[in-house]
């Protein structure tokens, strides 16, 4: 029975599942603050549900560690043909966009953006929770993000 007792006091923080939870958070508020639009062809998917509209991170998760993977300001709406085949197709093309909707969007270029995510930080409970946290402000906030327009 005692040990039944200590089990349950000591429930690990599970990463991989709370990664996965502030990842849906973030996707969702990126999403809905750009108002559900690709931003590189602007097609509009709010309302169309055979199109997915994706969350894209526009530092790449392994190059901005955790700090910039649940960053809203790291994010861009992107429709499923953009995110999946013409990124892949159209580097030089993203590269362009990317680097114009980053100026536009945050008035700043993408290396500021890139170093501003350095050093990384370790994924700890205390920093779930502050992000969780923040995304759920935003969220609450309309999705609105100051620094942020729409295309």
């Known amino acids: 029975m005692?040990?039944?007792q200590q089990k349950k006091k000591s429930k690990k923080f599970n990463v991989?599942?709370?990664k996965k939870e502030l990842h849906i958070a973030w996707s969702f508020v990126?999403?809905?603050r750009d108002g559900y639009l690709c931003q590189w062809c602007l097609h509009d998917g709010k309302h169309n549900s055979n199109t997915k509209?994706?969350?894209?991170?526009i530092v790449a998760r392994s190059l901005c560690g955790n700090n910039g993977a649940f960053d809203v300001d790291n994010g861009v709406t992107l429709c499923f043909h953009?995110?999946?085949?013409?990124l892949k197709a159209e580097v030089d093309e993203y590269i362009a966009f990317r680097d114009a909707?980053?100026?536009r969007n945050l008035g700043i270029d993408y290396m500021t953006l890139r170093e501003k995510y350095r050093p990384f930080l370790k994924f700890t409970e205390e920093f779930y929770e502050s992000k969780k946290e923040s995304l759920e402000y935003v969220y609450q906030q309309g999705g609105k993000n100051g620094n942020?327009?729409?295309?």
């Open 101 to 103: 909707w980053v100026q």
């Open 16 to 18: 991989g599942a709370r």
């Open 2 to 4: 005692r040990k039944k």
């Open 82 to 86: 953009c995110h999946i085949d013409r």
């Open 148 to 151: 942020v327009k729409q295309r």
């Open 30 to 32: 990126v999403r809905q």
């Open 53 to 57: 509209h994706h969350g894209h991170h």
